[in-house]
């Protein structure tokens, strides 16, 4: 089956620092991708969908300029925590919709970060 | 807004038992439902995907049901082991979205 691939699956990063979450389908294109955050014992929280080659849209209440996400191929998103701090500790993941495949969603396997 | 609510939150049983996990949602407009796995420190893997207009789907010692109507689904795992000890999530496809569960706890005693 398709598989969409997440690095790296864990990160421990300096608060104030940035940190780049990669997001790729492997053996197909996506030119749609979704990125979750999850925090512990809640749901998976829809954080952004993200378009090859146009502006990600954002859900309520989350900051783009802190979470930027480029979608530059349609292979690869990325998702960039910018000046990282202890609340921004979770885990985070992305899935791909194979392009012209309705509404069939990979997920990848996630990626924890840690902020200390 | 599409809410989605599964019950227990945690359930715990002895190996062999047959069980049943609940999800339930508001908005019955989904275009197809999903049941997914996620162990502890991993992603999810996908388990079940029954599509709007079926009743229900089956792979090995798992059934998922479908009934739109009342907005409701279950996952019924037969003779469980303690392998299946994870949490369960369902997932409702609205539109563009998944819409997920809070998830349930499952831990198969030996």
């Known amino acids: 089956g398709a598989v969409v691939s997440q690095h790296p699956s864990r990160v421990i990063c300096k608060s104030g620092t940035s940190v780049k979450i990669e997001c790729r389908s492997l053996d197909f294109q996506a030119t749609t991708m979704f990125w979750y955050r999850q925090f512990p014992k809640q749901s998976l929280m829809l954080m952004a969908t993200?378009?090859?080659?146009?502006?990600?849209?954002?859900e309520q209440g989350v900051e783009k300029d802190k979470f930027l996400i480029n979608h530059a191929s349609l292979t690869l998103s990325t998702l960039t925590v910018t000046s990282a701090h202890p609340e921004d500790s979770s885990f985070y993941i992305c899935?791909?919709?194979?392009?012209?495949?309705?509404?069939?969603?990979?997920f990848g396997e996630g990626s924890w970060l840690t902020v200390v | 807004k599409q809410e989605v609510t599964q019950i227990p939150a945690a359930l715990s049983v002895p190996e062999g038992e047959n069980l049943v996990l609940n999800c339930s949602f508001t908005d019955s407009a989904i275009y197809n439902l999903q049941w997914f796995r996620q162990d502890p420190g991993k992603g999810l893997t996908s388990l079940l995907l029954i599509q709007s207009s079926q009743r229900e789907q089956t792979s090995g010692r798992l059934n998922a049901s479908l009934d739109k109507s009342s907005g409701r689904s279950t996952l019924y795992i037969a003779a469980s082991q303690p392998g299946d000890s994870a949490t369960y999530l369902c997932?409702?496809?609205?539109?563009?979205?998944?819409?997920f569960g809070t998830g349930t706890s499952l831990t198969v005693i030996p």
């Open positions: 997932a409702v496809v609205t539109g563009n979205q998944f819409y």
């Open positions: 993200s378009n090859e080659g146009s502006k990600a849209t954002y």
């Open positions: 899935s791909a919709r194979p392009t012209n495949s309705g509404n069939t969603i990979y």
